[in-house]
């Protein structure tokens, strides 16, 4: 089987889990649980990615899976071979609260190297696809990022971790990215935020993300002609496509200004206004 029948059968199976989340938000009787204290989790989350695990161990019989609720064993991408990398709902809060930024991911790495990937927003009718050296589309639709040539006048989307304690060296960086920037878009739903820059919506993002958050997306992303990379060196024992530490993502021309700028602040340099 070729990467797009691959990728034609993840499309179909993103978008049948994305009816059941629409169907679940319309009836509004799933329950509100916590892991770690601080993530909120619900048992639509936990159903849609039983559902999406049967149909790709259907479909691939035996290839890994990392997925966020039922297969979090981050250890898989230390293994070679293929492996979906699937978010059921990428956007949790937003979609308990009955906001739009809600997105189901699902990815295949193969070797650590990203091959196909797909985002299905179910609240806004959008599905991004993208095969490794073959481009990415909207709907069918070929897409390419913004064409950005000064931070100045770009539109910047970041997030934040839900540990509270985690949030204080991330309010610097926001700081001295409000100050150099158009501004600042927080949607909730990281694969979203990713796709939103392969199709010109944003012109950057950054954050710290799960490889769940963010495989889809990235190779989305990339595909669309975005510049990918990272803050700081990956460690060695993982791929770099499936590190989410201190990821970046950007229209070309602005990857270096926004890369010298988030650096700055986590060395804790001044504003230049200060």
């Known amino acids: 089987m070729d990467h797009q029948q691959r990728l034609d059968i993840a499309i179909q199976i993103a978008q049948k889990a994305g009816e059941q989340i629409a169907d679940a938000r319309r009836q509004q009787n799933f329950s509100h649980e916590y892991k770690g204290d601080d993530e909120l989790v619900t048992e639509v989350d936990v159903a849609v990615d039983r559902f999406i695990a049967e149909q790709l161990e259907a479909a691939f019989p035996e290839e890994a899976r990392l997925t966020e609720e039922l297969s979090p064993d981050r250890s898989q991408l230390e293994q070679g071979g293929p492996l979906w990398v699937v978010d059921p ?3 949790t809060v937003n979609f308990a609260y009955g906001h739009v930024h809600v997105a189901v991911s699902i990815a295949l790495a193969v070797d650590g190297e990203l091959q196909l990937g797909v985002v299905h927003a179910p609240f806004l009718g959008q599905t991004f696809a993208a095969i490794r050296g073959d481009g990415a589309t909207l709907n069918g639709q070929a897409i390419v990022c913004s ?3 000064t931070l100045e006048r770009s539109l910047i989307a970041t997030g934040f971790p839900y540990a509270r304690d985690r949030r204080a060296p991330l309010i610097r960086r926001l700081n001295h990215v409000v100050h150099a ?3 600042i878009r927080r949607n909730g739903a990281a694969a979203l935020d990713l796709c939103h820059v ?3 919506l944003l012109d950057g993002y950054y954050e710290s993300v799960s490889p769940w958050d963010f495989a889809a997306g990235l190779l989305i992303a990339r595909e669309a002609g975005a510049h990918t990379g ?3 060196e990956c460690p060695e024992n993982l791929p770099a496509d499936l590190y989410g530490e201190n990821l970046l993502v950007t229209a070309p021309a602005i990857f270096n200004p926004l890369y010298e700028l988030l650096r700055h602040a986590d060395a804790g340099g001044r504003l230049e206004e200060e």
């Open 147 to 149: 064409k950005a040539k």
């Open 89 to 91: 709902i990428d956007g």
């Open 198 to 200: 392969a199709s010109g």
């Open 181 to 183: 920037c158009r501004d």
């Open 230 to 232: 990272h803050l700081y």
